[in-house]
């Protein structure tokens, strides 16, 4: 009789006599193919997660657009339009890649503070579903473009609610000091004149308050705010067909007990019922909850390195490829691939750059050797959307798994993509 034993927290992933797999395909196998750094994804999770949200909304009118920028590689983001998501998007590349997978025009929408003519024209002419809006100059800019197409843009404003998520300070979103959205007491005015330029069709209202939001609080007191202004809104006269309450939902990373997505949408279904916009369509962005757990990343440990303090573990993943430690301070457990036997030490787990910053894991207690093969969990979500080349390191291997079969889908990169864009 073999033993499997169900890691807590990641349903996906399990020990078979000591060797860890995701959805029964052995990471150890999978390293030997494709080597190291390497991601690997269930595919199965992330249908599940989506899953969640579609209970939540069961009998609604809704739309799950799937946030890529929390992991927009194109093999995982066919899973998600397979299964009929629509994207949120950030840039004029996000909406290239995701053109480049077939997803629907119409169930797409554009996100973000920044967005150029060029990005907008882009966005204009592929016929995506909405701009959401964060600022009264871009609706200017983005009325001009449109006109300059003979088009009229369909846009949401994306509104500030000044509600704390109580969340890392550089993932919280929803506050009046940060640089998204128009703020609440704006909001109003702001829609008056965008009802009132050719080039823009009010179709909605948008807000996004955070990242990692492990508490149903802060989104229950962002959607009554929200509807206090659907109802001034709309007292002036303009119809607001959607509300997109867009992402945030957090996973568990070390212990945390984020609400289940249709736990959540069933508390907030239960307000927005209540306070009669029941039939107005509804939209989320959700993220880093899609795919944050669906992922781990294979690294072999290169040394063990006892030091004065500390005992260093060195691995081959660095911050180029699994930057949430550096930038956010995150944690993400680290477990062997293969049980080993023997006393565990305590090790500061890091990578080979030149950063003092490129650490994975502080005070990790791990039986390990050089040669062996660790597991970063939680690694689905913005690791290989943020992953870079510092220190001329080639990115990594992806490989997604499902139903006990396994796919390449994304070739590690060599040392010739690195150097084919540059000339001396
Ligand atoms: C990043 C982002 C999201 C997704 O956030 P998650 O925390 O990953 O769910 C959704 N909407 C907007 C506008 C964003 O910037």
Redo the contacts with the bound molecule.
């Keep these: 009789m073999s033993a499997v034993r169900p890691l807590p927290g990641h349903p996906h992933i399990a020990r078979h006599d000591g060797l860890l797999k995701v959805e029964g395909v052995s990471l150890d196998a999978l390293a030997r193919e494709h080597g190291t750094p390497l991601f690997v994804y269930s595919k199965q999770w992330m249908l599940d997660a989506l899953a969640a949200y579609q209970r939540g909304f069961a009998g609604r009118n809704a739309l799950v657009c799937y946030?890529m920028?929390?992991n927009s590689s194109l093999g995982v983001l066919r899973v998600f339009a397979e299964a009929g998501c629509g994207f949120?998007i950030?840039s004029g590349g996000e909406l290239a890649r995701v053109l480049a997978i077939g997803a629907e025009p119409a169930k797409i929408i554009f996100?973000?503070v920044g967005k150029t003519r060029a990005e907008m024209g882009q966005a204009l002419a592929a016929g995506i579903g909405c701009f959401?809006v964060e600022s009264e100059a871009e609706l200017e800019v983005l009325n001009e473009v449109a006109l300059a197409a003979g088009q009229r843009a369909r846009i949401s404003i994306?509104i500030n609610p000044n509600v704390d998520p109580k969340t890392h300070p550089y993932?919280s979103?929803g506050l009046k000091g940060n640089k998204?959205g128009v703020a609440h007491d704006r909001a109003v005015a702001a829609y008056q004149h965008a009802a009132r330029l050719p080039g823009l069709e009010v179709v909605g209202i948008d807000c996004?308050i955070?990242?990692?939001?492990t508490d149903a609080g802060p989104y229950l007191d962002a959607m009554e705010k929200i509807l206090d202004l659907v109802e001034a809104i709309e007292a002036t006269g303009i119809r607001l067909h959607h509300i997109d309450f867009?992402?945030?939902?957090g996973i568990d990373y070390n212990g945390d007990t984020p609400p289940a997505a249709d736990a959540l949408w069933k508390q907030l279904l239960a307000r927005i019922d209540a306070r009669g916009f029941g039939d107005r369509q509804l939209m989320i962005?959700?993220?880093?909850?899609?795919v944050g757990n669906a992922g781990v990343c294979v690294t072999e440990v290169l040394y063990t390195k006892p030091g004065e303090d500390k005992n260093f573990c060195i691995i081959d993943a660095a911050m180029n490829d699994l930057p949430r430690p550096a930038m956010y301070q995150a944690f993400q457990a680290i477990v062997p691939v293969s049980e080993r036997a023997g006393a565990a030490s305590t090790y500061d787990v890091v990578g080979p750059i030149c950063e003092s910053g490129d650490w994975i894991g502080r005070d990790r207690a791990l039986a390990v050797q050089s040669g062996d093969l660790l597991a970063v969990l939680s690694a689905g979500?913005?690791c290989m959307s943020m992953a870079s080349n510092y220190n001329t390191r080639g990115r990594a291997a992806e490989v997604l798994v499902s139903g006990g079969g396994a796919k390449l889908i994304r070739r590690r990169e060599t040392m010739g993509d690195q150097l084919a864009s540059e000339r001396f």
């Design positions: 946030a920028k929390a949120d950030v996100s973000g959401n994306r993932i979103t998204f996004h955070g990242s990692q939001i867009g992402g945030g939902l962005e959700p993220g880093r909850s899609m979500a913005y």
